[in-house]
């Protein structure tokens, strides 16, 4: 299967996304052998552009870049023209012309990855576009959760926290109900999106403040990070008052189903969305998301620039 880009899970068919775990499968198994690479995109080179920070996608995206043995360089809005105020229009266009074979796009506007490709005419990842989407978040969750949980059809998964300012929660809808996932949202009223129930995604979709009251029907509890760096006002009183309303708390974890497992994409703040308890615990995937990105990274990496398709 050929994918002419990622710029999000919208668009993507149940048969897509699994044909991408399945080749993450096989990706994370090559990440267990004492050689870890394969010869899929030598000769190609792919650049990190990332005008956001970021730890994890950002290592990940080069680290599975490398094992598929392309050429990789990184960009950072920090200490590049950016910051003399050149445009973005002009930035991948001048990288573009270096001869590059696509990008991996993180940016703090929605919208961003998809014009980089507009412009350049490159195959482009979306690493994450504002309050967009992060595809390949979303599928490195769907595949460290169905390790864990087997088929995620039919299975209950909570998405819980700051969901306004996420494109975790819209790339994670979108991903969870093609594969048949049940999805709850839960959050303070100030923190769900605007006309979050009118979204064609959500239709069927639980949506509520009360985490206690979902918590003991959970297979799947995906906490998310309250993210400060894009609030403007006070979205809750205070943090403690946050975390006995919306944390994960270690008297919660004592609530959860035995079998339930813990998500949290990370970066996380600990004792505020998530108690050190949770986060370290058996049942936590937090490490093993973090895993799984390389394989899914390489898994979407191969499908965009291995073919010929990518070549023309
Ligand atoms: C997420 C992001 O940047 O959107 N982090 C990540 O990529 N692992 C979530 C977050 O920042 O809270």
Partial sequence: MQLPHLLGIEGLHRDQIRAVLDTAEHMAQVQTRELK???????????????????????????????????????????????????????????????????????????????????????????????????????????????????????????????????????????????????????????????????????GVQIGSDLDEVLPHLDALMMLRVQRERMSGGFFPSEVEYTSGWGLTRERLGRLPGHAVICHPGPMNRGLEIAPEAADAARSLILDQVAAGVAVRMAVLFHIFSGEGSRA
């Fill in 37 to 203: 690479k394969l010869p899929a995109l030598r000769g190609r080179t792919i650049v990190g552009m990332f005008f956001e920070d970021s730890t994890r996608t950002k290592m990940s995206f080069d680290l599975a870049a490398k094992r598929l043995s392309a050429d990789t360089m990184a960009f950072s809005g920090k200490g590049s023209s950016t910051s003399k105020g050149e445009s973005l229009r002009d930035t991948v266009r001048t990288v573009a012309a270096m001869g590059v074979d696509g990008f991996v796009v993180r940016h703090w506007a929605s919208g961003a990855p998809k014009l980089a490709m507009d412009w350049t005419g490159l195959p482009v990842v979306n690493a994450g576009d504002g309050m967009h989407e992060h595809p390949t978040q979303a599928l490195l969750d769907a595949f460290a959760m169905r390790r864990a949980l087997g088929d995620l059809a039919g299975k209950q998964v909570a998405i819980v926290g700051d969901l306004r300012h996420s494109r975790v929660l819209r790339s994670n809808l979108l991903c969870l109900r093609e594969l048949g996932a049940t999805v709850c949202l839960v959050a303070p009223p100030t923190l769900l999106p605007d006309a979050v129930g009118d979204w064609p995604q959500t239709q």
